[in-house]
Structures are given as structure tokens and as C-alpha cells.
């Protein structure tokens, strides 16, 4: 039940820091079962996946994976990922869209790199027509990521957005002090692992946040994405963007959902995939297991037959 959920999910995000089990994903690679919710390793796996998500009817949207980068070097490395990864991706002419993680762009070493990074690739983005979002973290970078967000918009930077987190206390308060900006705002349950005292944690506490949140920038947000696979938060927040007149689209994880995703699109709404690719992809792909527990079964089962 909810307890044993979220013992589940502390588990799974605290094994997954260990250097043992980095180690022996390394071993396995991507086959270990990553390649069910990551594109592969290379751009080249990404567009791949992009052209069958198009053709599907799907939009799209990319991530380069990297998080917690420390260095000086390592932030300047992923800011030059996304200065190839959009205009070869923009080429694609599919309106596929783009986000980064602050904390991949070094936020975490030096606040102001990662703002000059991240205002260097949005602008990039506005000469191709494109949008980038700003991903959401874990909670101790949530004001400087809404700073940075608010600070490319005074830049006059249109061409992006930020992401509210249903199971952190305070992201009502976020979502109403965004409003005079008109914003984009892309609304998530939360996938990190986060303390009573500022989140949620008991995932009825968080399903019925998540719907008073949705429903809440549906009516007062300029865009919501509505980014989840939980079939009964899309069915009411269907309702109440009708009743709304909202502009609005869901969005959903490559390997998550896709039945779901395909009777929505079906149903004549817009459904945009998140797509990662990259080396980097092992704690990206722990959050996805500690999602669900039969996930972590599937890997084992995949491991056991190498
Ligand atoms: P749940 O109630 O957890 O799941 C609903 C149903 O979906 C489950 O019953 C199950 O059938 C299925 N499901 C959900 N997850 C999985 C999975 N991993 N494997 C298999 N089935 C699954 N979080 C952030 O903290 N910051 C972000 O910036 C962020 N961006 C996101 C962008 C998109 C497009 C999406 C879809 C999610 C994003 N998330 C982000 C993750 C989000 O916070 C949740 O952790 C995740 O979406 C799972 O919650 P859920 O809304 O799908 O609802």
C-alpha cells in the first residue's frame, strides 16, 4: 500500500547513489532495460525515435541527459550539447521542443554560469523558432531555477517555461506568484526523493495536489502542459479545460503510457513525448524505476538473462 510505496521509492533513489550499482549499470549498458524509457546514447537514437513518435502524431520534445554537474568544464560540455542538439533538431521542422536541467548546466557550482548558459541556449533556440523549458529539480534548487526563469523572461526570452511540482508544499504559492508573467508552465507530480517538512508524502496527498494545481493553471497560466499518466488527473483535467477555454497539451515519458498517449491523440488532443538521449543516463532511468515496483522486476528479469 502507500507505505510500502514509499519505502519502494526511497530505496530505489538512495541505492541508486551507490558507486556498486553505477558500476554494474555501467557493465550492463542500456540493455539492462534503460533503452524501455531512454532513445539510446547518441543524437542520431534521438531523431530516430523522433521521426516515429511524428509519425504517430505525437509531438516531441528532447532532453540531453546529465545532471549534478560540478565543474566548470562539465557545464560548458552540455551547454555545447544543446548548441548542436537544436539546430540539427529544429531541422526536423515537427516543432519538436527542448529542455535543459539547470543543475546539468552547473547551477549547483555557480548560479551565474549556469544563467549565461542557459540564456546563450534559449536564445539560440528563439533564432530557430524553438521553445526550451526548464526542467524542476530536487527542492534546493527550485528558488534559484524560478529566479533564472524569471530572469529570462526580463530579458524578453518569449520562448520558454518552467515546471510546478504538485508534491512540494509551496508550489501553489509558485504558481501564483508566476501568473503576471503569463507563463508556461509544465505541471508534474515530483520524482525526487524529499523531506515531510517540503513535500508531500502520501501519494493520495499528492494525486489530489497535482489535480488542484492542474486545474488551477488550466484556468489562470497563459499554457499548461499536463504531464503525467495518470488516466484519471487527464480525464478531469479534460474537464476543466473545456470549461475553460484553456491552451493546453499533455505530455508523457518515452516508455511510459503509450496506449494512453495514443487514445488521447486519438480523442483529438495534443500529446508531446518527452524524449532523453545520452550517456548519461542512469540516474534519469532510476527515477523512472522507483516510479513503479514491477519496473525493478522487469530489470532484474533482464539482467538474469545475460
Ligand atoms: P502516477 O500516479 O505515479 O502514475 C500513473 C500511472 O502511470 C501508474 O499507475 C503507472 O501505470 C504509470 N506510470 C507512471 N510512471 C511509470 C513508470 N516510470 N513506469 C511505468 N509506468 C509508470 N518530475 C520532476 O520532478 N521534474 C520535472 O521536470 C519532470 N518532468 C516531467 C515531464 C514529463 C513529460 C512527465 C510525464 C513527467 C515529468 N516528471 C518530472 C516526473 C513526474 O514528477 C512523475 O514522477 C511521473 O510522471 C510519474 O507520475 P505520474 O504523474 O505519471 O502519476
Redesign the pocket.
Do not use: P
Given at each position: 500500500g502507500q507505505i510500502g510505496q514509499s519505502v519502494f521509492r526511497s530505496l530505489i533513489l538512495s541505492a541508486a547513489k551507490s558507486p556498486r550499482i553505477q558500476a554494474m549499470a555501467g557493465r550492463h549498458g542500456l540493455k539492462a532495460g534503460a533503452d524501455r524509457?531512454v532513445a539510446g546514447e547518441s543524437l542520431n537514437d534521438a531523431l530516430n525515435v523522433l521521426d516515429r513518435l511524428h509519425g504517430e502524431g505525437m509531438r516531441t520534445?528532447v532532453i540531453a541527459l546529465g545532471e549534478a554537474v560540478h565543474t566548470r568544464e562539465g557545464a560548458d560540455a552540455a551547454a555545447r550539447i544543446y548548441e548542436r542538439l537544436i539546430p540539427d533538431v529544429a531541422r526536423n521542422g515537427q516543432g519538436t521542443t527542448f529542455?535543459i536541467?539547470l543543475t546539468h548546466l552547473g547551477i549547483e557550482a555557480d548560479r551565474d554560469l549556469a544563467l549565461r548558459h542557459a540564456r546563450r541556449i534559449v536564445s539560440l533556440a528563439a533564432e530557430h523558432s524553438a521553445f526550451v523549458?526548464l526542467?524542476?529539480?530536487?527542492s534546493a534548487v527550485v528558488d534559484e531555477t524560478l529566479a533564472i526563469y524569471r530572469a529570462l523572461r526580463g530579458d524578453g526570452l518569449d520562448n520558454t517555461g518552467v515546471?510546478l511540482?504538485?508534491?512540494l508544499h509551496r508550489s501553489m504559492d509558485d504558481l501564483i506568484g508566476l501568473l503576471p508573467l503569463e507563463p508556461n508552465i509544465?505541471v508534474?507530480?515530483?520524482?525526487?526523493l524529499e523531506p515531510p517538512g517540503v513535500a508531500l508524502q502520501r501519494?493520495t496527498h499528492?494525486?489530489v495536489a497535482?489535480r488542484q494545481l492542474v486545474r488551477t493553471a488550466l484556468t489562470y497560466a497563459k499554457f499548461t502542459?499536463v504531464?503525467?499518466?495518470?488516466?484519471s488527473?487527464i480525464r478531469a483535467a479534460m474537464a476543466d479545460a473545456r470549461k475553460n477555454d484553456s491552451d493546453f497539451e499533455f505530455?508523457?515519458?518515452y516508455?511510459?503510457?503509450h496506449a494512453?498517449a495514443r487514445q488521447i491523440v486519438a480523442h483529438g488532443h495534443a500529446v508531446?513525448?518527452?524524449v532523453p538521449f545520452g550517456q548519461d543516463w542512469f540516474v534519469y532511468f532510476t527515477?523512472?524505476?522507483?516510479?513503479?515496483p514491477?519496473?525493478v522486476l522487469f530489470v532484474v528479469r533482464n539482467l538474469g538473462r545475460r
Open positions: 524509457f520534445y529542455s536541467k523549458r526542467d524542476m529539480e530536487h515546471v511540482q504538485a508534491y509544465r508534474v507530480k515530483g520524482a525526487y501519494k499528492v494525486d497535482y502542459a504531464a503525467t499518466h495518470d488516466a488527473a505530455q508523457m515519458l516508455g511510459v503510457g494512453l508531446r513525448i518527452c527515477r523512472r524505476l522507483a516510479e513503479r514491477s519496473n
